[in-house]
Nanobody, 120 residues
Framework: QVQVVESGGGLVQAGGSLRLSCAAS????????MGWYRQAPGKQRELVAA???????NYADSAKGRFTISRDSAKNTMYLQMDTLKPEDTAVYYC??????????????WGQGTQVTVSS
């Protein structure tokens, strides 16, 4: 199986920055896309950014120009650099990876979530 662990959330003032990390571990045959979703209270979970195995990226409109997603394939780790944070970025951020464990089929694996709170 695959384990996914996020880190790096916290409390920051508006205009500040945070860097989230997501590490995948376990018996991994192949990691495909990785990405971040977020869910604010009372709202649906929404895609923030994603990166495929070739380094191609996709961002939500709200993240473009402020957030940067990257990955270190050698470490099975992904990062989300968040700059110029706004109060509306406050949410629980969830990492996912589209992975194929050894001997098993491909599926999405999720982390437990990390809280990001931006104060005004």
């Amino acid at each position: 199986q695959v384990q996914v662990v996020e880190s790096g959330g916290g409390l920051v003032q508006a205009g500040g920055s945070l860097r989230l990390s997501c590490a995948a571990s376990g018996s991994i045959f192949k990691l495909n896309a990785m990405g971040w979703y977020r869910q604010a209270p009372g709202k649906q979970r929404e895609l923030v950014a994603a990166i495929n195995s070739s380094g191609g990226t996709n961002y939500a409109d709200s993240a473009k120009g402020r957030f940067t997603i990257s990955r270190d394939s050698a470490k099975n780790t992904m990062y989300l650099q968040m700059d110029t944070l706004k109060p509306e970025d406050t949410a629980v951020y969830y990492c996912y990876t589209d992975a194929q464990p050894d001997g098993l089929g491909r599926k999405w694996y999720w982390g437990q979530g990390t809280q990001v709170t931006v104060s005004s």
